[in-house]
Protein backbone atom coordinates (compact mmCIF):
# COMPACT_ATOMS: atom_id res chain seq x y z
CA UNK A 1 0.00 0.00 0.00
CA UNK A 2 1.57 3.57 -1.07
CA UNK A 3 1.97 5.95 1.39
CA UNK A 4 -1.07 8.02 0.21
CA UNK A 5 -3.49 5.31 0.45
CA UNK A 6 -2.37 4.86 3.89
CA UNK A 7 -2.35 8.24 4.53
CA UNK A 8 -6.28 8.65 3.27
CA UNK A 9 -7.43 5.63 5.12
CA UNK A 10 -6.07 6.88 8.55
CA UNK A 11 -8.56 10.15 7.45
CA UNK A 12 -10.89 8.25 6.76
CA UNK A 13 -11.21 6.53 9.76
CA UNK A 14 -10.44 9.42 12.36
CA UNK A 15 -13.47 10.84 10.10
CA UNK A 16 -15.65 8.55 10.97
CA UNK A 17 -14.68 7.91 14.49
CA UNK A 18 -14.97 11.37 15.52
CA UNK A 19 -17.32 12.74 12.53
CA UNK A 20 -20.29 9.70 13.30
CA UNK A 21 -19.09 8.65 16.72
CA UNK A 22 -19.05 11.07 18.94
CA UNK A 23 -22.68 12.07 17.81
CA UNK A 24 -23.60 8.65 18.00
CA UNK A 25 -22.38 8.09 21.67
CA UNK A 26 -23.86 11.50 22.26
CA UNK A 27 -27.50 10.00 20.87
CA UNK A 28 -26.67 6.96 23.48
CA UNK A 29 -26.13 8.73 26.38
CA UNK A 30 -30.06 10.27 25.56
CA UNK A 31 -31.26 7.45 24.97
CA UNK A 32 -30.30 5.89 28.06
CA UNK A 33 -31.46 9.07 30.01
CA UNK A 34 -35.09 8.51 28.14
CA UNK A 35 -34.92 4.71 28.40
CA UNK A 36 -34.13 4.81 32.17
CA UNK A 37 -37.26 6.90 33.49
CA UNK A 38 -40.77 6.36 34.45
CA UNK A 39 -43.00 9.06 34.96
CA UNK A 40 -45.87 8.48 37.41
CA UNK A 41 -49.00 10.92 38.04
CA UNK A 42 -51.09 10.66 41.42
CA UNK A 43 -53.91 11.55 42.46
CA UNK A 44 -54.08 15.40 42.50
CA UNK A 45 -52.37 15.77 39.06
CA UNK A 46 -48.56 15.53 40.05
CA UNK A 47 -46.12 14.33 37.99
CA UNK A 48 -43.38 12.01 39.40
CA UNK A 49 -40.17 10.80 37.31
CA UNK A 50 -37.75 8.19 38.98
CA UNK A 51 -34.90 7.67 36.70
CA UNK A 52 -32.40 3.61 36.77
CA UNK A 53 -29.07 4.91 38.47
CA UNK A 54 -27.75 2.30 36.44
CA UNK A 55 -28.87 3.79 32.91
CA UNK A 56 -28.08 8.11 34.26
CA UNK A 57 -24.71 6.42 35.15
CA UNK A 58 -24.21 5.23 31.46
CA UNK A 59 -25.63 8.15 30.05
CA UNK A 60 -22.89 9.85 32.53
CA UNK A 61 -19.96 8.13 31.20
CA UNK A 62 -21.60 8.47 27.62
CA UNK A 63 -21.52 12.77 27.82
CA UNK A 64 -18.03 12.57 29.64
CA UNK A 65 -16.23 10.70 26.41
CA UNK A 66 -17.81 13.11 24.39
CA UNK A 67 -17.15 15.97 26.40
CA UNK A 68 -13.12 14.96 26.53
CA UNK A 69 -12.99 14.52 23.29
CA UNK A 70 -13.89 18.06 22.63
CA UNK A 71 -11.89 19.49 25.31
CA UNK A 72 -8.98 17.12 23.83
CA UNK A 73 -9.48 18.79 20.20
CA UNK A 74 -9.49 22.32 21.64
CA UNK A 75 -6.18 22.00 23.17
CA UNK A 76 -4.84 20.21 20.24
CA UNK A 77 -6.10 23.27 18.47
CA UNK A 78 -4.48 25.93 20.74
CA UNK A 79 -1.31 23.80 21.11
CA UNK A 80 1.39 26.41 19.49
CA UNK A 81 -0.41 29.47 21.37
CA UNK A 82 -0.12 27.79 24.71
CA UNK A 83 3.09 26.72 24.03
CA UNK A 84 4.48 30.13 22.95
CA UNK A 85 2.32 32.38 24.97
CA UNK A 86 2.73 29.97 28.21
CA UNK A 87 5.06 27.56 27.71
CA UNK A 88 2.83 24.77 28.05
CA UNK A 89 3.46 21.65 26.14
CA UNK A 90 0.76 19.66 26.06
CA UNK A 91 1.63 17.23 23.35
Not at 23 to 49: H, I, K, N, Y
Amino acid sequence: MTKTAESLWQVILVGLLLGAGLPALFACGLRLLDVGSSTTVDELGTATTSRNPFAVAGAAACFAVVVLAIVTGILFLMSDFLDHTFGIELF
